[in-house]
């Protein structure tokens, strides 16, 4: 009978919550990539992203702010100045701000269709192209009158529009129900009083327009660079193929010098485009959107994911700045409760001085893969890059500088352990030493054949993971800092293995593949194999074990996140699952018993602070405008689920999980945290069916919601 009952009551509850059941999951990364910027000036500029965010700095592009002003992709900003701005993007959405970007305002574009480029010569004076229409205001806005497009010829689908002067402008297009390859030009002389189709250019889509006069204007489509020297009425192709398959952005400051932007990097002509050098290379298959040129040499070229690279001296020099950190991860380094460090993919280095709430950017100059950082004390870093060099720092990690020369081979791990010994291994059995912080170094190698990609310290001595030329994973160690080396027999280490001590005693060996672990009592000299329940075929990309018993590890899966054991690594079972993304978790690693982080693919950054009961999602780049607390998901759920919530302002935050007599359950954050969107994940594991409530309590604001357990 109690148990009918209680399924009636979660059926009744099940149909009263049915409308809130599904909510957006990709919250750690929730790229809103970004489409166009507008920069009035080398230090402020805004970006307009999608899902409504636009993104805004005052100091030149080291750090940002992001705001949302509704949920539509948005598609092309400007600013005429520092106050007046529009933006426009899908389901006819135009708005207009007065106050630099702190609010903004709706205006009537009459329509639903999508709007892909607003150009403003002024803050009065714009135009507005749409899905096959073209929009102008003389009144700021107050007003928008549809122009007349020529469509005799064909239909257009706009996807670009610039204006010269108050007369003078073209609109480029695709061509609506046309299945060709071509782009279709629209020129008009009369400030749009007509737009008039003029020619179609190979090239699907039509990309960016750029005017150097009244005649000479330059454009893109999805695979070349055309020139036209009477206005856009007739066009030649210039010496430049694109190889990406979303085209390429140009940016010309005069006849002779200009930018192009795509998938492999940014290129640079002084001859008109004649000829083209590569000024940067990009190292990811990330789309370049926008470039930005201002009259003093500087410039600034945006990536889709979040990247923003700025130049000083007219592109022939870049320096690497982000709005999102949406790199891969593959290292984490803690200094401390506040202070630490994430590196990865694409020169990702940044820095949190405040548990990982937020991040500074601290590599402006590399765009390679970052290893490290390692520290030798508070002030002493290291880091490597993927083109064998390695820098220093002596400030806690706010500025790098290079030391020594170019080493041999392929850096794949540095190690330093709170003294002056700093470890680079590598590809073709590099192991190299310094003692002196790097220095002068010393060549501890003793086999040219294999690939070291790991290095560890336990008491006085030193372990490196190799696979050696026979294809074998082994285990060596050395007793004298490196001068000699042991192998250490271990039975079926078939594959790539992670190493972690606890103590001066216990350690673990996870090998990435295959359901077996070893694990030592006698500090490392011998090691017993178990099998465990992970999956023969999940990839384990690192672990930790917080305490005797109880460990974490990373995995290539979404489905599976982030294992826990509670017996030494018998049994696992998902504690963190990537709800409804295709991404995984890399490196984890713990500063107590309590507080831990976790980084992955896609910027991906969690923190816990009770133990691993509970992850949250700390990588926070846009800041709500209120107090909210979503419902949780799944729901019903078994054995975990996720809760989020928003703050619009730093606060001191509870959230208590309670039973229907009113009995505190848990309670997974009580603590102060800055502004930004939390998740975290509950493990129900150990309660029983029913129903829980959970509350956010903080400064002004309380609301508690319902959720199921259901076994």
């Not at 005429?80 to 009537?108: A, E, F």
């Not at 593959?330 to 993919?345: C, P, Q, R, T, V």
């Not at 509870?654 to 994940?681: H, W």
Request: glycine share 10%; aromatic share 16%; hydrophobic share 35%.
């Amino acid at each position: 009978m109690k148990s009918l009952l209680l399924l009636v009551i979660i059926i009744s509850l099940l149909f009263s919550n049915s409308y809130s059941q599904w909510i957006y999951q990709n919250n750690y990364d929730s790229i809103a990539s970004i489409s166009c910027g507008s920069f009035v000036n080398s230090n402020t500029g805004w970006y307009a992203r999608a899902k409504g965010h636009i993104s805004k700095t005052t100091d030149g592009g080291m750090s940002w702010n992001t705001i949302s002003i509704c949920t539509d992709d948005l598609n092309s900003i400007k600013f005429p100045d520092l106050n007046t701005g529009y933006v426009c993007g899908i389901n006819g959405r135009l708005m207009k701000t007065t106050n630099g970007g702190l609010y903004w305002s709706q205006q009537n574009s009459s329509s639903n269709d999508t709007l892909a480029s607003l150009d403003f010569l002024n803050e009065l004076t714009g135009w507005c192209a749409g899905k096959n229409f073209i929009l102008y205001t003389s009144n700021g806005g107050v007003q928008w009158n549809w122009q007349n497009v020529d469509s005799s010829i064909i239909k257009p689908r706009f996807t670009v529009l610039k204006m010269f002067d108050s007369q003078n402008g073209l609109a480029g297009a695709r061509g609506f129900g046309y299945s060709g390859n071509k782009s279709f030009i629209f020129r008009t002389t009369n400030g749009g009083t007509n737009w008039i189709f003029t020619d179609s250019l190979y090239g699907f889509y039509t990309y960016s327009i750029s005017y150097v006069n009244a005649n000479i204007v330059y454009l893109s489509t999805m695979y070349n660079i055309q020139k036209s020297t009477d206005g856009g009425i007739n066009w030649n192709m210039l010496n430049f193929i694109s190889s990406g398959s979303e085209g390429t952005y140009i940016k010309f400051k005069n006849e002779s010098t200009g930018w192009a932007l795509n998938y492999d990097g940014i290129f640079k002509t002084t001859n008109g485009g004649d000829n083209w050098f590569i000024s940067f290379i990009s190292t990811n298959q990330d789309l370049f959107t926008d470039i930005n040129y201002l009259q003093n040499g500087t410039i600034f070229a945006a990536k889709k994911k979040g990247g923003v690279y700025k130049s000083t001296n007219e592109g022939d020099n870049w320096n690497n700045y982000f709005i999102n950190i949406s790199s891969d991860l593959w290292g984490i380094k803690i200094i401390d409760a506040n202070n630490l460090f994430i590196s990865g993919e694409d020169g990702a280095l940044a820095k949190s001085t405040n548990g990982g709430f937020n991040w500074i950017n601290k590599n402006n100059k590399r765009n390679e893969r970052i290893i490290g950082p390692v520290f030798a004390n508070s002030n002493t870093g290291f880091i490597c890059d993927s083109n064998h060099y390695i820098y220093k720092s002596t400030d806690a990690g706010d500025n790098w500088y290079q030391i020594g020369g170019i080493f041999p081979h392929d850096i794949y791990n540095i190690y330093c352990k709170d003294d002056n010994n700093l470890w680079v291994v590598g590809n073709f059995g590099m192991i190299m030493s310094s003692t002196n912080l790097g220095n002068m170094w010393e060549n501890k190698s003793f086999d040219s054949t294999s690939l070291v990609y790991g290095i560890t310290k336990n008491n006085n001595n030193i372990f490196i993971n190799a696979l050696t030329i026979d294809n074998s994973n082994r285990l060596f160690k050395s007793a004298n800092m490196g001068n000699n080396w042991v192998n250490i027999p271990i039975d079926s280490l078939d594959s790539f293995f992670c190493l972690f001590f606890l103590n001066s005693q216990t350690g673990w060996i996870f090998p990435q593949f295959r359901h077996r672990f070893f694990k030592t009592i006698d500090g490392g000299n011998s090691w017993t194999k178990y099998y465990c329940s992970i999956d023969n075929d999940l990839v384990i990309f690192d672990f930790v074990f917080i305490n005797e018993n109880t460990g974490f590890a990373p995995t290539a899966s979404y489905i599976d996140g982030i294992l826990k054991t509670t017996n030494s690594g018998i049994n696992w079972f998902s504690d963190f699952t990537l709800s409804g993304n295709s991404g995984y978790s890399t490196k984890i690693a713990f500063i107590n018993e309590n507080t831990g982080w976790v980084v992955g693919s896609q910027g991906l950054i969690l923190k816990t602070t009770n133990g691993g009961t509970s992850f949250i999602s700390i990588n926070n780049h846009n800041i709500p405008d209120k107090f909210s607390l979503s419902q949780n998901y799944p729901n019903p759920f078994n054995p975990s689920t996720n809760i989020r919530y928003e703050l619009p302002k730093n606060s001191f935050v509870k959230l208590v999980i309670f039973d229907m007599l009113g009995r505190v359950v848990e309670t997974p954050v009580n603590e102060k945290q800055s502004a930004g969107t939390y998740e975290i994940t509950w493990d129900a594991s150990s309660y029983p069916s029913g129903v829980y409530f959970y509350r956010l309590t903080t400064e002004g604001f309380s609301e508690t919601k319902k959720m199921i357990l259901l076994k």
